[in-house]
């Protein structure tokens, strides 16, 4: 026998913004763009082999490796292959408007916790240089 167990407050707006979120056109048309990579095995193995090649290139850098201009080169050109393949780029063009909710829900979120209170649209879109600054 099992007993349901109340979901708290929290959990239930949490659903209910997940919920929103996934029922907006923007969704969709995310989600129609990761699926349609996903289902391409050549844009697939675009992707990843790019990513190999700027975390190699990004290792040898830190560690003060030489970089042969041969490397950099193929990998401008797979970089470039990779934004000019329609299913990738939407891949990564999905992927940033995904970054870009993800952000905006943490930042409110977290602006809740900073002021005590929900945040104005003041409070999350105001850009600070850093304490005492005078700006805003």
């Not at 707006?13 to 995310?30: A, D, G, R, V």
């Not at 675009?46 to 975390?55: A, R």
């Not at 929900?118 to 600054?133: L, V």
Request: hydrophobic share 30%; net charge negative.
């Amino acid at each position: 026998m099992t007993t349901a167990t109340a979901q708290s407050p929290i959990q239930l707006k949490l659903q209910e913004l997940c919920e929103t979120i996934i029922s907006q056109p923007e969704f969709q048309n995310i989600r129609q763009r990761v699926d349609a990579f996903m289902a391409d095995d050549a844009s697939k193995a675009l992707y990843q082999k790019v990513v190999e090649q700027g975390d190699a290139l990004h290792q040898k850098q830190q560690s003060g490796e030489k970089i042969e201009e041969s490397t950099v080169s193929t990998f401008e050109k797979d970089r470039e292959a990779l934004f000019g393949n329609p299913v990738a780029k939407g891949f990564l063009e999905a992927q940033e408007e995904i970054h870009n909710i993800t952000q905006t829900v943490n930042k409110s979120v977290a602006k809740t916790f900073e002021l005590g209170r929900a945040p104005t649209d003041a409070d999350t879109n105001e850009e600070s240089c850093g304490t005492g600054c005078g700006c805003h």
